[in-house]
């Protein structure tokens, strides 16, 4: 089966750093997702690592250490509009599932 | 803009009643799924479909039906056998898997509460 892990909620201020961190439990995965989720909205897509490292995409960078099972998603110069909820996921490489975390949510400060 | 629609916004149930979501994709995308999402959580998998006439069970299937009869369409019927149907429904679609890096693409979502 699959399991992921994160905080469930995180509180930052307005132009600061945050990371969100990820562990995870899988018996074969694909890579390491991120979504954001507005207040009653859908999830959209923000990141995704399938190899070791950083990928970045302008504020947003995402870490993966398949190793460890672990990933990071990293928000720079946080903004207002960052307040949301963050979930990671991984692929299942055999069903072609997706499983999610119970997400992390994010609030952003003046 | 291709994307995915779910209908309706708002859905009201009456007991012993069943009722179907609708979602619908313009992405050509293979593979649909659903979810349901109950305040403050994550989201868990009622049904997955890979290909047409075909779906298998997500992780909490019972009290839900669903059908596959064209790549476009995947709908979602909450019986009356679910007791607590009242959730926030999300509809997915995403590529093969021979393109992993694809993300899945959501709908906007469909609020099911009970009368």
């Known amino acids: 089966g699959q399991s992921l892990e994160q905080p469930s909620e995180v509180t930052a201020v307005e132009g600061a750093i945050v990371q969100i961190n990820c562990t995870y439990q899988?018996?074969?995965?694909?890579?390491l997702s991120w979504y954001q989720q507005h207040d009653g909205g859908a999830p959209t897509f923000l990141s995704y690592?399938?190899?070791?490292g950083l990928e970045e995409t302008g504020r947003f960078s995402s870490f993966l250490s398949r190793s460890d099972s672990y990933g990071y998603l990293l928000l720079q110069e946080l903004q207002m509009k960052d307040s949301a909820s963050y979930f990671c996921a991984v692929r299942d490489r055999n069903f072609n599932k997706f499983y999610f975390g119970s997400g992390t949510k994010l609030n952003v400060k003046p | 803009d291709g994307g995915i629609t779910q209908s309706p916004k708002y859905l009201f149930r009456k007991e012993g009643q069943n009722v179907t979501l609708s979602c619908e994709q313009n992405?050509?995308?293979?593979?649909m799924y659903w979810y349901r999402q109950d305040p403050g959580q994550g989201l868990r998998l009622i049904y997955y479909s890979q290909i047409v006439n075909d779906f298998q069970k997500g992780d909490i299937a019972e009290g839900y039906s669903v059908s596959r009869e064209k790549k476009e369409s995947f709908p979602l019927t909450v019986t009356s056998a679910q007791k607590n149907p009242t959730a926030f429904y999300l509809c997915?679609?995403?590529?093969?898997?021979?393109?992993?890096?694809?993300?899945?693409?959501f709908g906007d979502g469909t609020r099911l509460s009970i009368l």
């Open positions: 899988t018996s074969g995965f694909y890579g």
């Open positions: 690592n399938a190899l070791d």
């Open positions: 992405l050509n995308h293979d593979a």
């Open positions: 997915a679609s995403s590529s093969p898997v021979e393109g992993s890096n694809q993300p899945q693409h």
